[in-house]
């Protein structure tokens, strides 16, 4: 039996746990409090993140990160993109030599601009064939209710991604590979910043036309940047793509979509930071993301705007009257 480790008890590495047992695997979930490990293996629950959803028997919790890790052919990340450096840092020595470190985090480092992928590398001393992402229009609720929903598996060693595909193939999850780790992982990055800007435009009561034309651009930044740093211009229009970027722009269950939608209502920064219990990855890499854009040269004003709204005082007003009056321009260019 394949044996995998997940690392965050969250609700996306909860449920992917899930999805790992459900395709055979043995499933060690890493986390940092006591009490979350001795719910899921007596309740079988994550009562704080999943509520009601009743966890395998082939899922087992545990506070010791060496006993997650011992025999992991797959060894999954899933914590807040921002803290992953620091607790690679504690894991890494831990790890098996030829596990597969599989990224479920959608953000860009602080200060850096690496990605995770990067970052994992650079921590862990994995080379890139041994470092997988997976992203996808994946809201960790609906999965966990085992609804039907489809994502993508890709590294840069095509076997490697087809090992982690029927590691993770089930009944109701269905994975695609892909090669392109840096096309998904700035799918999965950037659509989380677009997502504020809808929820900014949900909360100040504008309607589907604006919000149809936020995701649409927003699409097209994400595909200039990538573009820009090698990526497959298709992956953009697939999961990874377009795909996530409609699920996290139009689902009350997206935590990015509601804390904009909170923003836009006229909430400040600090108030919705107050009322949100797990972390919305755009607030933070929305500054990653546009310091990227700037490295290489270029342009992104919905992602400028985001950072604006979010971490420069613009009110949601002003930054609408300033994005419309921008010069007007050919589409595709």
């Known amino acids: 039996m394949t044996r995998a480790a997940v690392f965050g008890?969250?609700?996306?590495?909860?449920?992917?746990?899930?999805?790992?047992?459900d395709a055979g695997c043995e499933v060690r979930l890493w986390a940092r409090r006591a009490?979350?490990?001795?719910?899921?293996?007596?309740?079988?629950?994550?009562?704080?993140?999943?509520?009601?959803?009743?966890?395998?028997?082939?899922?087992?919790?545990?506070?010791?990160?060496?006993?997650?890790?011992?025999?992991?052919?797959?060894?999954?990340?899933?914590?807040?993109s921002q803290t992953l450096r620091g607790n690679l840092r504690e894991w890494s020595r831990l790890l098996p030599a030829g596990?597969?470190?599989?990224?479920?985090?959608?953000?860009?480092?602080?200060?850096?601009?690496?990605?995770?992928?990067e970052v994992i590398q650079e921590v862990a001393g994995a080379?890139?064939?041994r470092v997988a992402v997976?992203?996808?229009?994946?809201?960790?609720?609906?999965i966990a209710e085992r609804q039907p929903a489809a994502s993508v598996v890709a590294c840069r060693d095509e076997s490697v991604?087809?090992?982690?595909?029927?590691?993770?193939?089930?009944?109701?999850?269905?994975?695609?590979?892909?090669?392109d780790v840096v096309g998904c992982e700035l799918g999965g990055a950037v659509k989380n910043v677009i997502a504020l800007a809808v929820g900014i435009a949900d909360g100040m009561g504008l309607g589907d036309n604006t919000k149809a034309s936020l995701i649409t651009r927003g699409?097209?930044?994400?595909?200039?940047l990538g573009t820009a740093m090698g990526a497959d211009p298709q992956t953009f229009a697939g999961l990874a793509g377009m795909g996530d970027l409609v699920a996290t722009c139009s689902s009350p269950l997206s935590r990015n979509h509601t804390f904009g939608t909170n923003l836009g209502r006229g909430m400040t920064l600090q108030e919705t930071i107050a009322v949100t219990r797990q972390t919305a990855e755009g607030v933070k890499s929305c500054r990653s993301?546009?310091?990227?854009?700037?490295?290489?040269?270029?342009?992104?004003?919905?992602?400028?705007?985001?950072v604006g709204i979010v971490h420069g005082g613009t009110s949601p007003q002003v930054a609408v009257k300033e994005l419309m009056s921008r010069t007007a321009k050919a589409e595709h260019r």
């Open 9 to 21: 008890t969250g609700s996306w590495g909860t449920a992917f746990a899930m999805v790992l047992a």
């Open 134 to 142: 997976l992203s996808g229009p994946n809201l960790a609720r609906e």
């Open 219 to 224: 699409l097209a930044e994400t595909a200039r």
């Open 127 to 129: 080379p890139p064939e």
């Open 35 to 80: 009490e979350v490990v001795a719910a899921v293996n007596t309740t079988r629950e994550n009562p704080e993140y999943l509520p009601g959803v009743r966890l395998p028997q082939a899922v087992r919790a545990t506070t010791d990160a060496a006993e997650a890790a011992e025999g992991a052919e797959f060894t999954v990340l899933s914590v807040p």
């Open 289 to 306: 993301v546009l310091d990227l854009a700037r490295r290489h040269d270029v342009d992104m004003p919905l992602t400028e705007t985001v």
């Open 161 to 179: 991604a087809r090992r982690l595909q029927a590691a993770c193939h089930t009944p109701y999850f269905r994975p695609y590979t892909n090669t």
């Open 99 to 117: 596990t597969v470190l599989v990224s479920l985090m959608k953000g860009i480092e602080l200060g850096t601009a690496k990605r995770m992928s």
